[in-house]
């Protein structure tokens, strides 16, 4: 955790981690009996008639799985995930996320011979890539690229944007790749250059991987090392110098993390799905470790690994510190999002309050998308999310947390921005679905 | 084989630089200690008395608030000592207790708590009980008359009485430096130059208090009180003199500075710092007050809210 | 339920009360509530005028066509108020001149031509009497509640009428007069706290 | 007193609401939303300016002269009402949208006391023409800049954890008394 | 069309009827209103500095135009003798005229009393001008040569505590009686012989 320094004539500044040369190498974690896979969408499997468009249901409990195995819950799902192990599935079950938000997650007991038993669906295809089968077959891997975006026709792609910076803190993920393993990136974007017809290639890189960057063939751009440059929405504004007033999703730039292009190269050179997650470990004392670990293993065999014990009222991190969540059980499994699991002691956990906003400006002079928290807080706290839309500029927030981090009142304002947008989304889509 | 353990389930982001609003107020007191103890050696057990008093009072009317209003108890957040330590830093030590009790009343209750507690107030409320005290009661804070008991070793006429019943010479004697060092006669925290000055530099170089608020009133001052020498040296003294006496470097570091009635960005702020600090000399000079400082700073708060819509444009809203 | 004669009376003791449940005619009762004398005569002229226009009005309700009915209303309430100011200069002198720009306003009290329009064009004769006389009579009591709380603490005695007054000061003879109170910003300082006792109360 | 003086007079030292007491119901009501505020500010100076003036011409060169004095408030309701009524009909006509800003406040001005204030006062202070076109003019500046000022600050206080009983009115009132204290600030300043 | 005539035809009347109430209410108030005005205003200041006298000061007066104001001057008997006068001078306070009533005594030359009239001063600051005699009765005795003005610029008069404007704008009233009083003292002379009976 970072203290407020001494001084504070200057705003707070956080730094992002940098990956140096003493860096250990990853540890390699095993799974030990099963792993879970959480699929974004809820499909109770025990009733026929989920709905007429739901297509027909492709798992049940008992069923055999291969490693590399798409995980759909119905065959035209968009949404699944690829198995990391074989074995078989011993449990589905459906749960509502945060802001209600609906998953399934499928348990499958590992049955030890994960290197025999591969699906060869991808294997068929990867002789002849494209955009169709990398979006069948690759959405699972590491790092979860996207590639939903090309096929938007009203908003054309026009830039392929690889991500070899964090965008939290703490995390060393996609610095990794692009330091050990720039030749891996160049192949993955020059295969999604060529299945895109798109040549135009950003490569976002921390200042001290420029030179290394240099050989990826893509354009490099540099991001400095201050929280929170690296995030997408403000490289977009500020390095891509793209227009202002367009968000991420309507500016026709698709974003790949380095390990999710690595993955992709990978994938195609050799026809198999590589499907190890690259996470940094940060134990409650603080140390710091990279870990690859197959998808859908459960937090507790990387504890196990690291001898570290969980008490009541410890928290346990998925993501970074700043835009994580926190779980509630140590089962959770790793996802193809996770690039850093963080685990902190009960006495390291700063408590919210239910104190107002004493119009100290601390969250004004970070917020780095120019928003008025100091006032939007008032809004939201009042339930006001309309108002706090239109006059505050709700919308412009990229979600970055800074704002909570620094409050004095300690506000969690963070999270009452994401419930306001939320409701506010929520209902438009209400009132388009009943319009 | 759900295990037992309850974890604690909580929002991004999981980690705050530390700081609190207690800690704020620890600063605060810290730094006004610097002004008041030499205030409370110059002025005896009179000041020391009414300092406390007027701390104690403070917190009890915030308790008696929380009860009524059945609230969570909020003196933990330091702020009602530090509305009494302010309070009591612009008292002359003479105040009777009944007139400290009254203000700290309308500090904490009138001026905070029915807005809703801290960081609701639009006014700051130490400086709205001192006026209002002071319309009531005037001849309590003539320092002049309240004072007349002590006897010092520098000239025990309050200032700025001097330089508005007559004019500028009248003043012309006063060493800076002996305004500086205190050897004024004033409020209990309110005319030790040098402890304000080191009190103020501290917060502001903690980020406890926003520089450009204070910074720019002392700049005010300085303008404003140049603009009216030049233009009638005979009557309206220099910037020195306006910058050393009255309720000046209290009111440029530690009431103009207050957080909830004070704006957050940084042109808004210059504004409304050279605001202050104009309308500060304005009163002194053609006004009916003595101090501008008070009716300077309740101006300011008035058109915080407005001058405070100056603002950065949002990300993706327009150039 | 329609309500009777005695309700539509009493509703302005409590239920309608202005200026604290029905939040008009604020002007006089900040501008004039000084002392307490000049509450309750600020009070009693108003009741006078409101008595005269409600009744008024009602009778004349079936006449006034609805399209000119605010341009008559306000004919008849100038005239009442014209009236009161004539008599009041006639036989309460001294009164008069503190209450001063305050009476012709009268005519532009929110209450008055409230009731008017509200009540008095809608309702009969007698209960638009007991309604003018309610409301006046609470808005007389309201005037003289806080004119008393202004003056005792402000001037530190409390002149109820002619020679009969409570002093302060000689109850508690150290006692120095808080004239914030009797001043502008106590005046709406004090308004705004009798109505959240007010409130507390009605709760 | 020169003209400097008087401007100063009326929107500060005088100030129509805070020193004086006259349109207060005006004041808590349209003091919400700030768009509202200035909206109203603007349409009492409006009226106020014509008000004033075309009173004091009615009075000086009629009432006075025909011995009328006595139907001064009479005369002079009926020309703001019919004023107020004039203002409206150009507004719905000219500028609808800030028509429907105002929306009932328009009428209500009718029974604003500042504007039958300032009206009276014109004439109590025996002003000239041009003082009474300068004061009706600055008076209702004063009017507006407290109120936008007060709307600033009540934006404020209607998000904030005011207790119960105080909510709303009470508050407000409250806080149009610490306005008033603060611009005590430029008592003596002509 | 009917509509039209009947609101035209009640508007007129409603007129009328009002302008016709109103007339007869003024005409019949006109006279207690001077009689009250003479009482409420001038009267208490004038019965306190011609305390005393043997006639009834507020019936026995006069009016002389000066400039372009119409003045009214009240005259009091002492010793069997109309010897002295009553009147207001302005000066400007803090919040307003400040009316100020001067009892002269003729033969002498000097100031018998001095009270003031109407103010609209700070309740508790610049109105003790009227309610505590402080203030005032300094001006008794002063000769009507004298210039008035209080110690802070040098004058006689100690200010009210807290309130030098007020005490200020009571001298300069003062002092402009006494000024008309000296430029207009032979037409008083005159005036005042016919109530010297
Ligand atoms: C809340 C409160 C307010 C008081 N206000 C005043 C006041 O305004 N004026 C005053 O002279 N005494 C006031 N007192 C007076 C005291 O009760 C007491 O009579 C006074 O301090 C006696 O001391 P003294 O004779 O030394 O002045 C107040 C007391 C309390 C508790
Ligand atoms: C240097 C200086 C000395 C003063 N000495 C006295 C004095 O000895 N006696 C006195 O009554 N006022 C004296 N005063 C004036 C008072 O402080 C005060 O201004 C004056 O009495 C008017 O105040 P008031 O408005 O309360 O009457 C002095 C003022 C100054 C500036
Ligand atoms: C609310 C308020 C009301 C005031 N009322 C008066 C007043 O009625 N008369 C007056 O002379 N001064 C009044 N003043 C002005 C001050 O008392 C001013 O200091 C004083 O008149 C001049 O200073 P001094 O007499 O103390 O030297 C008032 C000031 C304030 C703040
Ligand atoms: C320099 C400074 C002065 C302050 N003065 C006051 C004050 O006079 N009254 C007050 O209520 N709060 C004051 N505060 C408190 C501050 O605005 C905020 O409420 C605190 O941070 C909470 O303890 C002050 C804060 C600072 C930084
Ligand atoms: S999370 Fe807070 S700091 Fe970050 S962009 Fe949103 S409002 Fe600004
Ligand atoms: S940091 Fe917290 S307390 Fe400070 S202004 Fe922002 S929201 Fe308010
Ligand atoms: S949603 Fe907001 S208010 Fe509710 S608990 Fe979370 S942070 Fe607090
Ligand atoms: S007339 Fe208008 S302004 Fe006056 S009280 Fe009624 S509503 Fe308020
Ligand atoms: S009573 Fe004055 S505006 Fe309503």
Redesign the pocket.
């Known amino acids: 955790m970072i203290k407020r320094s001494f001084f504070g004539l200057v705003k707070p500044k956080l730094q992002y981690e940098i990956i140096d040369e003493a860096q250990a190498e990853p540890v390699s974690i095993k799974t030990s009996k099963q792993i879970m896979l959480y699929i974004d969408q809820s499909v109770d499997p025990s009733l026929e008639n989920a709905g007429e468009n739901a297509g027909n249901v492709l798992l049940k409990t008992g069923d055999q799985v291969k490693t590399g195995q798409k995980i759909a819950m119905t065959d035209d799902a968009a949404d699944y995930l690829l198995s990391s192990q074989s074995g078989q599935i011993s449990k589905i079950s459906t749960f509502v996320g945060i802001m209600g938000k609906n998953y399934t997650s499928v348990t499958i007991d590992v049955d030890g011979e994960s290197s025999q038993n591969v699906d060869e669906g991808f294997k068929n295809v990867c002789q002849a890539p494209s955009l169709e089968n990398a979006r069948e077959f690759l959405t699972g891997l590491p790092g979860q690229p996207d590639f939903n975006v090309f096929f938007d026709s009203e908003k054309p792609v026009k830039a392929i944007v690889v991500l070899g910076v964090d965008d939290d803190l703490l995390s060393t993920t996609n610095q990794y790749f692009v330091k050990n393993n720039i030749i891996a990136i160049k192949t993955g974007v020059d295969l999604l250059c060529k299945i895109t017809g798109i040549s135009n290639a950003i490569l976002i890189v921390p200042q001290h991987l420029e030179q290394v960057a240099g050989s990826s063939g893509a354009v490099v751009k540099t991001v400095d090392s201050e929280y929170p440059s690296a995030h997408p929405e403000l490289i977009m504004r500020h390095i891509l110098a793209s227009e202002d007033g367009e968000s991420k999703s309507k500016s026709g730039i698709a974003f790949f993390s380095a390990e999710a292009v690595c993955a992709i190269g990978a994938a195609y050179n050799t026809g198999k799905l590589f499907l190890e997650k690259l996470v940094t470990f940060v134990s409650k004392d603080g140390n710091k470790q990279l870990v690859s670990v197959p998808i859908g293993t459960p937090l507790q065999d990387i504890l196990n690994e690291f001898n570290e014990t969980l008490n009541d009222g410890d928290r346990v991190i998925l993501g970074g510190p700043m835009q994580g969540i926190s779980v509630f059980s140590a089962d959770y499994p790793v996802l193809p999002d996770t690039d850093t699991i963080i685990i902190q002691d009960k006495n390291q956990i700063t408590e919210r309050s239910d104190i107002a906003c004493i119009n100290c400006g601390e969250c004004v002079r970070v917020c780095p998308a120019n928003i008025q928290v100091n006032q939007l807080i008032r809004f939201l706290e009042a339930g006001q999310y309309e108002e706090a839309a239109d006059q505050n500029d709700l919308f412009s927030c990229i979600e970055c947390g800074f704002c909570s981090y620094v409050c004095e009142s300690r506000i969690p304002v963070f999270q009452h921005i994401k419930l306001a947008k939320h409701t506010l989304e929520s209902m438009k889509a209400a009132e388009e679905s009943n319009a | 084989m759900h295990s037992t353990l309850k974890l604690t389930v909580s929002h991004a982001p999981f980690w705050h630089n530390g700081s609190s609003i207690s800690s704020k107020s620890r600063n605060i007191l810290l730094a006004s200690l610097l002004a008041v103890i030499p205030g409370c050696y110059q002025y005896g057990s009179a000041a020391v008395g009414v300092v406390t008093l007027s701390i104690a009072s403070a917190i009890l009317w915030e308790l008696l608030i929380n009860f009524i209003s059945r609230r969570p108890i909020s003196v933990g957040d330091g702020n009602a000592a530090l509305i009494g330590m302010m309070f009591a830093m612009m008292l002359p030590a003479t105040t009777p207790w009944w007139a400290v009790v009254t203000g700290t009343f309308f500090a904490v209750v009138i001026g905070k708590e029915i807005f809703g507690g801290i960081g609701a107030n639009p006014f700051n409320p130490a400086v709205l009980a001192m006026t209002i005290l002071m319309l009531s009661w005037g001849d309590l804070f003539d320092f002049?008359a309240a004072l007349l008991n002590y006897q010092f070793d520098f000239n025990s006429?309050y200032p700025l009485?001097?330089s508005k019943?007559?004019g500028a010479p009248a003043v012309e004697s006063l060493p800076l430096m002996d305004l500086l060092q205190g050897k004024q006669i004033g409020g209990i925290g309110s005319t030790f130059g040098i402890g304000l000055i080191l009190g103020g530099v501290y917060l502001m170089l903690r980020g406890v208090i926003r520089w450009e608020i204070s910074i720019s009133f002392l700049a005010g001052i300085f303008a404003a009180a140049l603009c009216f020498n030049i233009l009638n040296p005979e009557l309206y003294a220099g910037p020195g003199f306006h910058l050393l006496t009255g309720y000046t470097l209290i009111g440029a570091f530690f009431l103009a500075t207050e957080d909830s009635s004070s704006p957050v960005n940084f042109i808004p702020m210059l504004i409304y710092g050279l605001l202050g600090g104009a309308l500060t000399v304005l009163i002194r000079n053609i006004g009916t007050h003595i101090d501008g400082v008070l009716y300077a700073i309740l101006i300011i708060n008035l058109v915080n809210p407005i001058v405070d819509k100056i603002r950065p444009k949002a990300l993706g809203k327009g150039v | 339920m329609p309500k009777t004669i005695v309700q539509e009376f009493t509703k302005g003791l409590w239920e309608e009360l202005p200026p604290f449940r029905l939040v008009l005619g604020l002007c006089p009762v900040l501008g004039v509530t000084t002392t307490m004398e000049n509450g309750l005569g600020m009070g009693i002229a108003t009741t006078f005028v409101l008595f005269g226009s409600n009744f008024l009005v009602s009778l004349l309700r079936s006449i006034i066509p609805q399209k000119v009915r605010i341009a008559c209303f306000i004919i008849i309430i100038a005239s009442f108020v014209t009236i009161v100011e004539l008599l009041m200069q006639a036989y309460a002198y001294p009164l008069y001149l503190k209450l001063g720009v305050f009476i012709p306003l009268i005519v532009v009290n929110c209450i008055v031509l409230g009731r008017a329009e509200a009540f008095a064009y809608k309702n009969k004769v007698s209960y638009s009497i007991a309604d003018g006389l309610g409301i006046g009579i609470g808005f007389t009591l309201s005037l003289g509640a806080l004119g008393a709380v202004r003056e005792l603490l402000g001037n530190g005695s409390v002149t109820v009428w002619g020679d009969l007054s409570y002093n302060l000061s000689a109850a508690f003879p150290s006692y120095q007069p808080f004239s914030f109170m009797v001043q502008a910003p106590g005046a709406f300082i004090c308004l705004g706290l009798m109505l959240c006792i007010i409130n507390a109360v009605g709760d | 007193m020169g003209y400097f003086e008087l401007i100063i007079a009326c929107i500060f030292v005088n100030n129509i609401l805070l020193a004086q007491f006259l349109g207060n119901c005006p004041f808590l009501g349209t003091s919400k939303k700030m768009e509202t505020a200035v909206g109203m500010s603007m349409a009492v100076v409006f009226v106020t300016v014509m008000a004033g003036t075309l009173t004091w011409v009615i009075y000086t060169y009629i009432l006075v002269n025909f011995d009328l004095v006595y139907l001064r408030t009479i005369a002079f309701i009926v020309v703001i009402a019919s004023l107020v009524q004039f203002v409206e009909m150009f507004l719905k006509k000219s500028i609808p949208a800030l028509y429907a800003g105002l929306g009932i406040f328009l009428p209500l001005i009718t029974t604003n006391c500042a504007v039958m204030g300032v009206c009276v006062l014109n004439i109590d202070k025996e002003f000239t023409f041009l003082q009474a076109l300068v004061a009706s003019l600055f008076y209702a500046v004063g009017f507006g800049l407290a109120l936008i000022l007060f709307a600033g600050l009540r934006e404020r206080t209607l998000l904030a954890r005011v207790p119960k009983p105080l909510q709303d009115t009470s508050i407000a009132l409250v806080t149009a008394g610490m306005i008033s204290l603060a611009f005590f600030a430029f008592q003596g300043m002509v | 069309m009917n509509d039209m005539v009947k609101m035209v035809v009640v508007l007129t009347v409603l007129s009328s009827v009002a302008g016709g109430v109103l007339a007869a209410v003024n005409k019949g108030t006109a006279s207690q209103i001077e009689a009250q005005q003479l009482t409420f205003v001038k009267g208490p200041a004038i019965k306190a500095i011609l305390a005393g006298s043997s006639n009834n000061p507020i019936e026995d007066r006069f009016k002389i135009v000066d400039g372009d104001a119409e003045k009214s001057f009240f005259v009091g008997n002492f010793d069997g003798k109309a010897n002295t006068i009553a009147f207001e001078g302005f000066g400007k306070g803090f919040a307003g005229d400040i009316g100020v009533m001067v009892g002269i005594n003729m033969d002498e030359d000097k100031l018998v009393g001095a009270a003031v009239t109407v103010h609209s001063e700070t309740p508790g600051l610049g109105a003790k001008a009227k309610d505590d005699p402080g203030l005032v009765s300094q001006f008794k005795g002063l000769s009507v040569k004298d210039s008035v003005s209080v110690t802070?610029d040098g004058g006689q008069i100690n200010?009210i505590?807290?309130a030098?404007i007020t005490s200020r704008a009571v001298c300069d009233a003062v002092d402009n009686a006494m000024k008309s009083y000296q430029k207009m003292k032979p037409q008083l002379q005159q005036e005042i012989q016919k109530f010297g009976k």
Do not use: P
């Open positions: 002049n006429v009485v001097l019943s007559f | 802070k200010a505590s807290g030098t």
